[in-house]
């Protein structure tokens, strides 16, 4: 199965950007991919997808600051996050979707995503 290893967290201030990666360790041509998040106490939840032909969707709270994208010649995927806000503080992971567990789909470490001033 396919792994994934996010980078790219860090702290933000308020307003301010970050661009997370997410690197995977084989092809991710014909799969589509995720951004999920687990703030503090919280459940871990859907943030962005992108399709194989690059259409995304994204949940209200980030539409419009975040951008999904994807590069397949280097199987990477990226999460541009432009005027950040304190409830973005979260964990961030990649991953394939669907995700099926029984289908050995698991999460990698994520990347830590703090902002505040």
């Known amino acids: 199965q396919v792994q994934f290893v996010e980078s790219g967290g860090g702290l933000v201030q308020p307003g301010g950007s970050l661009r997370l990666s997410c690197a995977a360790s084989g092809s991710i041509l014909g799969v589509f991919m995720a951004w999920y998040r687990q703030a503090p106490g919280k459940q871990r939840d859907l943030v962005a997808r992108?399709?194989?032909?690059?259409?995304?969707r994204y949940v209200d709270s980030v539409e419009g600051r975040f951008t999904i994208s994807r590069d397949d010649a280097k199987n990477t995927i990226f999460h541009q996050m432009d005027n950040q806000k304190p409830e973005n503080t979260a964990i961030y992971y990649c991953?394939?979707?669907?995700?099926?567990?029984?289908?050995?789909?698991?999460w990698g470490q994520g990347t830590h995503v703090t902002v505040s001033s």
């Open positions: 992108i399709t194989t032909s690059g259409s995304t």
């Open positions: 991953t394939v979707l669907p995700f099926r567990p029984d289908a050995g789909n698991s």
